[in-house]
């Protein structure tokens, strides 16, 4: 028995040694990708911190290194938080969020509700749906740009519909411009919602719907009961990508308006860009971006461990 | 309470028909089995009476009541699917009450009705959990009771023991017969298994390639199938049918079985009507339990292949003419493989099937 339980020590601790020199191998093995990974996400981070506690700029005629002489006592952070320009920049983008992302997600649904039943030239229909979320979004702003001129193409319907000659200037009228905006993130976004959400409602067990339809409920009632409940993840994953990716929203948006009139359609992105390139004031930029990257860190966060908790407890 | 009619039923999936002209009537509050191998649409034919498809030709009707063109949510048909579809995002309790609470029935009445169910099907313990980890014993309960508790006239069961082990099933096939009892509900059974469904059933309705091949008791299912199929199909394992032509010798008629011997003369008087009618070439049949030992160059000479001891019973393989055949003793015998054997059948269990059709002949 005492060989027995020596033995087995023994084996412990060989398999010890060799836990270690695999695990130092591992680290030797994956130090390169692990120095990239360093240079290419943690150098520029920590680089951007540098600079935005500086007033430094391109033309100030230093070095980025040398940017510590021109330490300003975190101005840009305190600049920041009162500068009237950014925060109508952030309303504006949270507003431009609340108006496409439920926009996009309820017609989504609406039409992958549609899908769900077979009717002629589905197919067809399908490919077309599809299409605006193949366009690349600069020549779709292109495209909204010309439509929503006072002489193009919706004017021109809306004069043959009235019978009255419409001249409106969408795009250099301030909350109609917030529109003509809103209108071509929809019609390039719905697709991508109807695709996921479509995923989702084939994902729905078909028994299941049939038994509650035999159980005696209708349409609405298997829809709120079983297909919204079982589609949960798949919706919560739909609106996530939708709120990021609409956050960011700017190639469309500044061929179409550059963010005018005025400031009138300036979102986050069009800002900081204005800033970096027509200011050149890249101390303040670096910090306008720290604050957005920590903020929506945090706000994702507490989404995911929400999220995380809901399933914990659910099962 | 409601009996179920089906007229003229035909069902075409492209050019394969699932359904091939069917005519059946499950009286009020009977247990009917619908039973066959698989793929001979007798699952097609419950999806028909529930309404999920419909049917290409003929009509569905429960009691006097033509339901053909009743769209699913309103025949009231309780259903219990093969995997049980329950609703894994819900708890058990919910699971329950959701037939009630789509038709709107007051919160206090759902709760009193679940209690009950839950009591009756020993799902008490399980009502607040989550319905997605419960074992399948429990799923199984739980898909009965889902449907039992908005009280429908008919009941239709998929395959529903399928899933759960031999034990569960034999106390599930007992539940399932009280369930019936109780609350007096017309059930539809679909099984592939005889042995539920002649456990189970008032009558079994045996099916194969889309055409209903005989509907009765299970006695008489057994005792006297209708042609071929069902002789092969029932029992386990089925009715021995070996080749045999008909002849008369000093005014009987008996069966020669060719290099098998030839058979004592038929009692009955199917065989003679037959004969007169000029049917010669038969299927001769017999249980395999119904086989005693006969002494040398008696009865079916048989050359024994294979012998299977199971304890209680003893199942002997064994080629007579080109046939093969079984014999199922209630003790061991003294036979053993590559041996000889001379076996008769009772004379009250042979069985004539007529060759060319495969039709039984009268109640040979």
Not at chain 1, 121 to 137: A, D, E, N, Q, T
Not at chain 1, 262 to 287: C, R
Not at chain 2, 80 to 92: D, G, K, L, P, R
Not at chain 2, 238 to 243: K, R
């Amino acid at each position: 028995m005492t060989s027995f339980a020596e033995t087995e020590a023994t084996l412990a601790i060989a398999a010890d040694d060799a836990d270690r020199a695999d695990r130092r191998l591992g680290l030797y093995l994956t130090l390169p990708a692990q120095i990239l990974v360093l240079f290419i996400a943690v150098f520029p981070l920590l680089m951007q911190l540098y600079i935005s506690l500086t007033s430094w700029s391109p033309l100030s005629g230093r070095g980025w290194w040398d940017a510590w002489t021109l330490w300003n006592n975190f101005a840009n952070y305190l600049n920041l938080a009162v500068d009237a320009r950014w925060w109508s920049a952030l309303l504006r983008t949270l507003l431009v969020m609340a108006i496409c992302v439920p926009a996009e997600f309820l017609l989504g649904l609406a039409l992958a509700i549609l899908f769900m039943d077979n009717f002629r030239g589905k197919r067809v229909f399908y490919s077309i749906l599809l299409m605006p979320m193949m366009v690349v979004p600069a020549v779709a702003g292109y495209m909204f740009f010309m439509l929503f001129q006072s002489g193009g193409p919706v004017n021109n319907i809306a004069s043959a519909i009235s019978g009255h000659n419409v001249a409106i200037a969408w795009l250099s009228n301030p909350s109609l411009a917030f529109i003509a905006v809103a209108v071509a993130d929809i019609w390039q976004w719905t697709p991508l919602m109807f695709l996921i959400l479509l995923a989702g409602l084939l994902g729905v067990p078909d028994d299941q719907l049939k038994a509650a339809t035999l159980l005696g409920a209708n349409w609405w009632q298997r829809f709120v009961t079983i297909m919204l409940p079982r589609m949960r993840a798949i919706i919560v994953i739909a609106l996530a990508i939708r709120l990021i990716e609409n956050f960011k929203i700017f190639d469309t948006l500044y061929i179409m308006t550059a963010g005018g009139p005025g400031t009138a359609t300036e979102t986050i992105s069009v800002f900081i860009y204005k800033l970096t390139t027509n200011d050149l004031s890249w101390g303040y930029v670096a910090a306008i971006a720290l604050v957005v990257l920590i903020s929506l860190s945090v706000a994702l966060g507490i989404a995911i461990a929400r999220q995380t908790k809901r399933r914990e407890a659910a099962s | 309470m409601s009996s179920i009619h089906l007229k003229g039923l035909t069902k075409h999936f492209g050019s394969f028909q699932a359904i091939k002209q069917m005519d059946l009537d499950v009286h009020d509050g009977e247990f009917l089995a619908l039973l066959g191998p698989s793929g001979c649409g007798k699952s097609t034919t419950m999806n028909i009476i529930a309404g999920m498809e419909g049917a290409t030709t003929g009509r569905v009707l429960f009691g006097e009541r033509d339901v053909s063109d009743v769209p699913m949510t309103r025949r009231g048909v309780g259903f219990v699917f093969q995997n049980y579809a329950i609703f894994t995002h819900m708890s058990v309790r919910a699971n329950l009450a959701y037939g009630l609470k789509v038709r709107g029935v007051p919160k206090p009445e759902i709760d009193k009705r679940v209690a009950a169910i839950a009591d009756f099907l020993q799902l008490a313990p399980f009502l607040d959990r989550p319905s997605a980890k419960l074992s399948v014993n429990i799923l199984q309960r739980l898909a009965i009771g889902r449907s039992a508790i908005v009280q429908p006239a008919i009941f239709l069961l998929d395959e529903p023991l399928s899933n759960v082990d031999a034990a569960f099933r034999a106390v599930m096939r007992t539940e399932l017969k009280h369930l019936q009892r109780q609350f007096k509900q017309t059930m539809v059974y679909v099984t592939h298994d005889q042995l539920e469904a002649m456990t189970m059933a008032d009558r079994i309705a045996v099916m194969d390639h889309g055409v209903l091949q005989q509907v009765g008791t299970p006695l008489d299912v057994y005792n006297n199938p209708a042609n071929v199929f069902v002789a092969r199909f029932i029992g386990s394992p089925g009715m021995n049918l070996l080749p045999a032509s008909l002849r008369e010798t000093d005014g009987n008629i008996v069966a020669d079985l060719g290099a098998a011997g030839v058979s004592r003369p038929l009692p009955r008087g199917a065989a003679k009507a037959a004969y007169a009618q000029g049917i010669q070439d038969v299927w001769f049949g017999f249980r395999p339990e119904e086989l005693s030992l006969a002494a040398d160059s008696q009865g079916i000479a048989a050359s024994v292949t294979f012998i299977e001891r199971i304890g209680s019973r003893t199942v002997v393989h064994f080629d007579a003419g080109q046939a093969a055949g079984k014999a199922v003793f209630q003790n061991d015998v003294p036979l053993h493989a590559g041996g000889a054997a001379h076996m008769v059948p009772a004379d009250a269990a042979v069985r004539l099937f007529d060759r060319s059709t495969g039709r039984a002949i009268g109640e040979a």
